[in-house]
Structures are given as C-alpha cells and as structure tokens.
C-alpha cells in the first residue's frame, strides 16, 4: 500500500470521527430536534469530505511541483481515498440518530461507536504498517479519544453559554 493512500485514509478516518461526534453532540445539546441533528450531520459530512478531498489534492499537487527524486503522489487518488473515507466513515457517529428518535441515546450511541470505530481504525494501520496492532489500536484510540472527549467538551461549553 503506498504511503499516501494509508495517510489520507486515516486521516480522513479519524479526522471524520471526532469533527462529526463534536458537532452532532454540540447541536444535540443545544437541543436542536433529531431531524435538525441529521440533517446538521449530514452537510457536514458532505461539505467536510469535498472540502478535505480538495485540501489533499492541493496539497499534494503543491509538493509534486517542487522538484524531488522518486514517486510523485497520486493526487487524484490520494484525493479521492481521503474524500471516500471521510464521507463513509462519518456515516458512523451519525446513524445512532437516525436509528434513535431520542437524541440522548442517539448521543451515547453515537461516542461509542466512534471510539470502537477508533480502536479498529487502529487494528486495520497496525497491521497494514506491520506493527503491532493493538498497539496501533491503543494509540488511535487514546488521541482520538481525547479529541473526541475536547469536542464533546465543547458541545457542553457551548449548551451552557
């Protein structure tokens, strides 16, 4: 597997986790309606993969152009892994609120698959990278789940304000 394939993947893997979870629980704890709570996820699920997929392909169409020996990346491929990954993995935080009318299951549903989904995205770079993966495991989840504790954090800061 090349290198920025496995890169935008988790990127856009985690990165697709934690900002989905922050902002669907932000939103549910302003006490936005279910509805509004999917429809929010949605557009930024959308908005947010078109948008990182389009920053990977600047970004690596900015580093081909600078002179280098070996590979050039693929940045329509880099791309569009970073674009797919986001889009679907970020359907994970969200179904717990389509599946549940009560936004507090809809919440709790919605952290804990993201921290499992953090701890598997773990297992899978572990061991594509050839390490051990629990330990890629702990280590994915333990940041992600730090970040995902921030963001939720932020979702009660801001209910309180």
């Known amino acids: 597997m090349r290198r920025g394939y496995l890169r935008n993947f988790v990127f856009g893997a985690e990165d697709s986790l934690v900002s989905t979870v922050g902002l669907l629980s ?5 006490g936005l309606s279910n509805r509004e709570i999917i429809l929010s996820g949605v557009i930024l699920i959308l908005v947010e993969s078109i948008s990182m997929g389009a920053g990977v392909y600047l970004s690596e169409d900015s580093a081909n152009d600078l002179p280098q020996e070996g590979e050039h990346d693929n940045t329509i491929a880099d791309a569009t ?43 899978f770079k572990g061991y594509v990278v050839g390490k051990h993966p629990v330990y890629s495991a702990i280590k994915v989840f333990i940041v992600g789940g730090l970040v995902t504790a921030i ?11």
């Open 81 to 123: 892994i970073m674009l797919v990954s986001y889009l679907l993995i970020g359907l994970i935080p969200l179904l717990p609120y389509v599946f549940s009318s009560d936004t507090k299951i809809g919440f709790y549903y919605s952290v804990g698959f993201s921290l499992v989904s953090l701890f598997c995205l773990g297992l």
């Open 151 to 161: 963001a939720v954090g932020v979702g009660l800061l801001i209910k309180t304000v």
């Open 26 to 30: 932000g939103v549910s704890f302003a």
